[in-house]
């Protein structure tokens, strides 16, 4: 199993940065993608940002250009550096890791607790 330990979330005005990390344990072998998950209060969980084990990263519209996803295998941890945020950021994020089975089938999902970010206007 792999457990998922989130921090760095917090109160920030627009225009600020914040950078979450997420610093995995347990079976992290087995672990080919983490990425960020959001949820803002009355809209679906969505999918920020992941990274693979290569480095290859892949962002939301929405994110662009202000969030880098970063990854540091020896330490087991993952980032998310947030510039110019905006109040539209405001969410609960979770730090989420999969495995790939062949053919690029998602195999185990972990999760972190999630961390709030709010920012204010």
């Known amino acids: 199993q792999v457990q998922l330990v989130e921090s760095g979330g917090g109160l920030v005005q627009a225009g600020e940065s914040l950078r979450l990390s997420c610093a995995a344990s347990g079976r992290i072998f087995s672990i080919d993608v983490m990425g960020w998950y959001r949820q803002a209060p009355g809209k679906q969980r969505e999918l920020v940002a992941f990274i693979t084990r290569g480095g290859n990263t892949n962002y939301a519209d929405s994110v662009k250009g202000r969030f880098t996803i970063s990854r540091d295998n020896a330490k087991n941890t993952e980032y998310l550096q947030m510039n110019s945020l905006k109040p539209e950021d405001t969410a609960v994020y979770y730090c989420?890791?999969?495995?790939?089975?062949?053919?690029?089938?998602?195999?185990?999902?972990?999760w972190g607790q999630g961390t709030q970010v709010t920012v204010s206007s």
């Open positions: 989420n890791a999969w495995t790939l089975r062949p053919g690029g089938v998602r195999g185990d999902d972990y």
